[in-house]
């Protein structure tokens, strides 16, 4: 069995082979597995709770920046344009002095880039547009043609006791006469 040294013990009327060191219970063994599990998951938690922190820190710090850059302008807030940045970063390193070509290549393939970008960005805005605007269509249908049965329903319900009604009054009396009803009615 290993490295597991084995003893003769005269138990339940028999001799039966043990550890030397005893037996180790599953009990014992589950709890060992359990408390190792739990260490790790919290070990886990605490990773995720400092990564968190960590990203809340600088989420806080980007938005006094922004704010600090905000009030230099004296406005509440800063918002970036859509201009990219290639083009910017290129101007603040003194190429369109420096390497004139190079710039204009530079911001002609990032406008050729920007603009094929913006066409695919408008066909799919588009295609999603039509898409929601045909689930409308279709549910719309479906709610009117709702409300229609209803209404019919109703003015079905409404007519129903009227109708009886009227059939009540021009039912025939016994002998094949027709109850008088009107203002012109003559009595014998």
Known sequence: MGDVI???VEREGGI???PREGIEAASSREAKRRQEGDEAQW????EHAVVSARV???KEVE???????AAMLGSDSVYRGQRSRG????????????????YAFIKESLNALEAAHA???HAARQ??????RRRHKEEFKRLALQRKERAASELAEQKAPMQQKKEEKDRPLGGGAVRPTGPAVRRP
């Not at 070990?43 to 605490?46: E, H, I, V, Y």
């Not at 083009?87 to 190079?102: D, E, I, K, V």
Request: proline share 4%; charged share 40%; glycine share 2%.
């Open 56 to 58: 809340a820190e600088a």
């Open 63 to 69: 938005k006094r920046e922004r704010a600090r850059k």
């Open 127 to 132: 295609e999603q547009y039509e898409r929601i």
């Open 43 to 46: 070990l886990r938690k605490q």
């Open 6 to 8: 084995l003893v003769a």
């Open 119 to 121: 066409a695919k960005e």
């Open 16 to 18: 039966k082979w043990e």
């Open 87 to 102: 083009p910017l970063a290129a101007r603040a390193a003194g190429m369109h002095t420096s390497a004139p070509r190079q």
